[in-house]
């Protein structure tokens, strides 16, 4: 509705949903703009790139204007943990250059005219209030209730942790964010963030990473949800800090991290808020008293107009938890 | 003598024809096809419930584009994959697309008001 207020035409496009797995508990979400695309180009079953017997998930968006994700096929339940190792990723560097990009003058258009260059990642792992799918970036940022990502840019917007000071970078960092729904979201890019990094939850508004992945390094990651407690888990092979694993947890509904509530019952009252972006209007109100919101989870590329490359995934694992 | 044989012939072969005509009305009761519509469900039949969106569709190897490549083998743990047993094998279609405009908020996928 935002972008058609604007009159932006949406470029022609295709996409599929592919459910897979046991039961068909997950779900493979593909866009392209292309009308000849292979299945393969974007989602594979292939050789573990560590060089062990074994086979893993790899998911690829060759274009930036592609999109790749796994989800759960079903909302998760009220209580749960996933866990699964990610790795080996080749979606830029945050040098100067190209970034990961092919020729350099890709666009995020239609939706802004700013170089997508600049930026370009994937998500580890995140937590959708709705059902994901590829979308434009400002369509996924609005609708995050928990991420661990990386985004290679340059120059830097942020900071990241070296293990004694943060520096600012933008290579290869690790953001671990709790969006916070204490404050105004952005009509483009969402809430701002509560980022964990050097052992604890920053101030709001800053970026602050946790650490740098290495690119030939699996890692293994863990999100726990407990009622309302979020806990997020990183083992792995770092930049900084070697070999380490980073945890943290946050009480989501005292910190009212945006639209946690999978029921209007669990909405801590403080959270409320009936304000509206004056462009969508008051029948789109931030976060209403009678709101719950389902979590999914959603891993790869889902930026329609941003980020080119691919990632590794293996052993995904769900479970509901009493 | 010829009355009575004729009237002989006559019963007989009325029994005959009577027992010819009963065994073929068997045999066509069991050689007949069956109705098919008395195996379709009367209108008044009760409906399953609709699926809700989000659920997963049924496993179909026929249909489905990702299948495992060894069914025996595919009786893993519930909600645990490790990508071994995968293979893309099926007809995979694609759909035109009418999401892409979508951002931040939607009609559908904002405000969900619901109480579990």
């Known amino acids: 509705m935002y972008f058609t207020q604007k009159e932006i035409t949406p470029p022609e496009g295709n996409r599929t949903s592919l459910a897979f797995g046991n039961n068909n508990w997950l779900t493979a979400e593909l866009y392209s703009r292309d009308n000849d695309r292979e299945i393969t180009d974007f989602i594979d079953f292939v050789d573990d790139p560590s060089g062990i017997d074994n086979t893993v998930l790899k998911l690829s968006t060759l274009k930036h204007t592609d999109g790749a994700i796994i989800r759960s096929s079903q909302a998760l339940p009220k209580n749960y943990r996933i866990s699964l190792k990610v790795g080996f990723p080749q979606y830029g560097d945050g040098e100067d250059g190209l970034n990961g990009y092919d020729i350099g003058d890709e666009l995020a258009e239609p939706w802004n005219g700013h170089s997508a260059v600049a930026e370009n990642g994937f998500y580890w792992l995140s937590i959708l209030d709705s059902q994901p799918k590829p979308h434009n970036n400002t369509w996924i940022h609005h609708h995050r209730k928990f991420v661990i990502d990386s ?3 340059s120059p830097p917007w942020m900071e990241i942790y070296n293990g004694s000071e943060f520096e600012s970078s933008g290579k290869n960092p690790i953001m671990v964010i709790a969006p916070d729904g204490t404050r105004t979201p952005n009509i483009r890019n969402g809430s701002p963030f509560i980022s964990y990094a ?14 740098s992945y290495l690119p030939n390094e699996w890692y ?26 980073y945890t943290g947890s946050i009480d989501a509904a005292e910190n009212c991290i945006w639209h946690y509530n999978q029921t209007s019952e669990d909405l801590n009252p403080d959270c409320i808020n009936n304000n509206f972006f004056t462009e969508l209007g008051d029948q789109f109100p931030f976060w209403p008293e009678s709101s719950g919101f389902d979590d999914f989870f959603m891993l790869g590329d889902p930026h329609i107009n941003y980020y080119e490359g691919h990632v590794y995934y293996d052993d995904i694992q769900l479970v509901e938890l009493p | 003598m010829g009355k009575n044989f004729k009237n002989f012939v006559l019963h007989i072969s009325l029994i005959m024809t009577c027992l010819l005509v009963i065994a073929c009305k068997e045999k066509e009761d069991i050689l007949e096809p069956i109705n098919p519509e008395q195996t379709t469900p009367k209108p008044t039949d009760p409906k399953p419930t609709d699926p809700k969106p ?18 025996n083998a595919a009786d893993q743990a519930q909600h645990n994959e490790n990508f071994e047993n995968l293979a893309i094998n099926g007809p995979c279609v694609w759909q035109i697309d009418a999401l892409a405009n979508e951002g931040p908020f939607t009609e559908t996928d904002c405000i969900s008001l619901k109480k579990r």
């Not at chain 1, 293994?220 to 694993?245: A, C, L, P, W």
């Not at chain 2, 049924?58 to 069914?71: R, V, Y």
């Open chain 1, 151 to 153: 985004d290679n840019h």
């Open chain 1, 198 to 211: 050097a052992e604890e939850w920053q101030a709001s508004g800053q970026i602050r990473a946790i650490d």
């Open chain 1, 220 to 245: 293994q990651v863990t999100f726990t949800r407990i009622d309302n407690i979020y806990t997020f888990k990183i083992e792995g092979n770092f930049k900084h800090s070697g070999n380490m694993t």
């Open chain 2, 54 to 71: 989000t659920d997963p569709k049924p496993a179909d190897p026929l249909t489905q584009c990702i299948n495992p490549k060894n069914t």
